[in-house]
């Protein structure tokens, strides 16, 4: 489905964690991998992962997926510049995108191919709930790409959803794992219990520090 593309947000320190989320194991892969492989089979085929902290060792684990990369300079910054670095990256056929959050790798591609369909009949703005919570990954209609080009950063995605209540689809799916963030290592710990019925495993206290010859920017 070339029409419809993600960003996947993965550019932050994770100071919170303690960790750098994006190569913790998750089941048997890391958590950006389990992301990027329910986006795929979700029906998903062009995916932008926005780098930052730790930027070459992310090329380095990613670079057999068949994937684009975007660099935000400054991963101090707010969410709204590195999704404006990754539309920058998007192919010219994408009529929409999923925004994707790297640290909600428990949301399964049934999820993301329900989103994609609510766009194909007609929505713009797309945002999935469960329990009248709404969550992520959220689908923007390209026609809004200037607008996702100057978010405000204070506010992010939710000044544009806000400017244009009237387009907006609230859409019901069955995965609470769309409002589970994953910010401390006890949040982690929990979702992978949750999802996996286990504690991570024990090497995931490797992860913690990069190797000491990682390359940073």
């Given at each position: 489905?070339?029409s419809v593309a993600a960003i996947v947000l993965a550019a932050g320190?994770?100071?919170?964690?303690?960790?750098?989320?994006?190569?913790?194991?998750?089941?048997?892969?890391?958590?950006i991998e389990t992301c990027i492989d329910h986006l795929r089979m979700?029906?998903?085929?062009?995916?932008?992962?926005?780098?930052?902290?730790?930027?070459?060792?992310?090329?380095?684990?990613?670079?057999?997926?068949?994937?684009?990369?975007?660099?935000?300079?400054?991963?101090?910054?707010?969410?709204?510049?590195?999704?404006?670095?990754?539309?920058?990256?998007?192919?010219?056929?994408?009529?929409?995108?999923?925004?994707?959050?790297?640290?909600?790798?428990?949301?399964?591609?049934?999820?993301?191919?329900?989103?994609?369909?609510?766009?194909?009949?007609?929505?713009?703005?797309?945002?999935p709930e469960y329990g009248a919570r709404g969550g992520h990954p959220?689908?923007?209609?390209?026609?809004?790409?200037?607008?996702?080009?100057?978010?405000?950063?204070?506010?992010?995605?939710?000044?544009?959803?806000?400017?244009?209540?009237?387009?907006?689809?609230?859409?019901?799916?069955?995965?609470?794992?769309?409002?589970?963030?994953?910010?401390?290592?006890?949040?982690?710990?929990?979702?992978?219990?949750?999802?996996?019925?286990?504690?991570?495993?024990?090497?995931?206290?490797?992860?913690?520090?990069?190797?000491?010859?990682?390359?940073?920017?």
């Amino acid at each position: 489905m070339n029409s419809v593309a993600a960003i996947v947000l993965a550019a932050g320190h994770s100071r919170r964690m303690g960790a750098f989320k994006p190569l913790l194991p998750f089941g048997n892969k890391t958590v950006i991998e389990t992301c990027i492989d329910h986006l795929r089979m979700g029906g998903v085929e062009t995916i932008v992962v926005v780098l930052g902290h730790q930027a070459n060792l992310m090329r380095e684990h990613l670079q057999d997926l068949s994937l684009s990369f975007a660099l935000n300079p400054d991963p101090e910054s707010e969410m709204s510049a590195s999704i404006g670095c990754g539309v920058k990256q998007l192919p010219q056929e994408t009529r929409a995108v999923l925004i994707a959050l790297t640290d909600h790798p428990a949301v399964g591609p049934e999820v993301i191919s329900t989103i994609i369909n609510c766009w194909k009949a007609g929505a713009k703005l797309v945002i999935p709930e469960y329990g009248a919570r709404g969550g992520h990954p959220v689908l923007i209609d390209l026609g809004f790409r200037d607008q996702l080009l100057q978010l405000d950063p204070e506010h992010g995605l939710r000044s544009l959803f806000d400017a244009h209540r009237a387009q907006v689809k609230r859409i019901s799916v069955s995965s609470p794992f769309i409002a589970r963030d994953m910010d401390t290592w006890d949040d982690y710990r929990a979702l992978h219990e949750d999802v996996f019925g286990m504690a991570p495993p024990p090497d995931s206290a490797s992860r913690l520090h990069p190797p000491n010859n990682a390359t940073k920017l």
